[in-house]
């Protein structure tokens, strides 16, 4: 019987290990925790919406079957030739590998930058960033340093608006809890594009603006960070910002194991795929999600976001179950349901199936959008099970 072996249980692993499931297909899979965390909602783990918890999905609620096994290990290296995935704890071999171990972030040689500042990469950097930021704040009750209420969000994108519309509703009841008058917060979302969302119809970005503005926020477009010291970003034009709080979200690339185990990768490190998710250097491999180097018919690479990995990873299982049985494969066609980006937990900006939309009615599809992905990874049961901790309607 053929080995499967499948790496990170993230959007993409999750997919691929639910369908091989359902399907009774035996498998492995390896991951460095034992449950699968909600990367999309990580901003609300961050802004303390909800404890780390209920950002969990143990990954044996969702694999049922006696033949998937899950294995925790993290994750070093590949031996191509030997047809081995090495771990800290052990080697998995295979002959056929589904590789979906995500994104690290990207910090364009900014001088400093990693270094010196936080990260929203996991569950566990999110939980960080709250727990630091509480402590700054209690800090601040017993020096007096305005610094320790000063945050700084590099980077404009999805992750640092997101991230920004739950600290301006987390931060009052922080402050009223330990008695600092919020108008002494300081929170500033830099980045260096002329516009914010670049993902959002140009026409709602005024009112992102507006509204994370009116709750108390500072955006500022076209301002560059050129180097982080410790506690204090330098911006181009010589203004240095000296926060407390210094939180990176500017840029993603896929995690470096493919690139040291010799794969054709692009400038971020992708993985190259053809078009039914195999990996151009090994048909044995199908790479998938934020790792995959994936295109359209148009040669324009699928951007890295958790509804291409979701649907990329049902399509490796599918294709690799075809393989087995001889059948012919499917070419990664993927759905676009929009995007949406929350502005704390009440209002939203995005669209829904190409349809602009804001406010309360974004707000709503996003939490209702947390439902359909439960749903689509484990059906009713675990749409019942996880729904009510994850949604806030
Ligand atoms: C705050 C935030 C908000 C976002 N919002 C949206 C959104 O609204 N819509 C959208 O489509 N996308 C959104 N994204 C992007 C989306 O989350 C990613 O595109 C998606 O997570 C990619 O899925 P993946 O399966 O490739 O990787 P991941 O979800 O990152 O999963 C990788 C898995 O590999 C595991 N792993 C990593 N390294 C190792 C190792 N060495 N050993 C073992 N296991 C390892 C990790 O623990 C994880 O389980 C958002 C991202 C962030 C950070």
Redesign the pocket.
Known sequence: MSKIVI???????MAAAAHLDKAGTPFTI????DY??L??L??EAAGGRGPGENYQVPIKEVLRQDSSQLVL???TGIDREKKVVIGKAGQYEFDYLIY????ISEYFGIKGLKENSLS?T?LDTAVQIREHIENEFKAYTTDGDKRHLRIALGGAG??GI?LMGELLEYLPELCKSLNIPFSEVDLQCIEAMPTILPMVAAHLRPYVIETLTQKGGKLRTNTKIMEVTPGVVHLDGGETVEAGTIVWTGGVRA?PLLTDAGFNVDRRGRGKVNSFLQSADDDHIFIV???AWAEDENGKPFP????M?EQMGALAAHNLISLLSGQPLKSFKPRNWG??CSLGSDVGVGDAFGVPIKGVTAALAKEGSKAKYLWELGGMRLAGNRTKQMMRI
């Open positions: 790496v990170g249980a993230g959007y993409a692993g390896v991951n460095n925790h699968h965390y990367t999309t990580l901003h290990d993290e994750i979906g171990m995500g994104w929203i996991n999805l992750t997101e995690n999600g934020d790792s890295p976001t958790a509804q990995a995007t949406l």
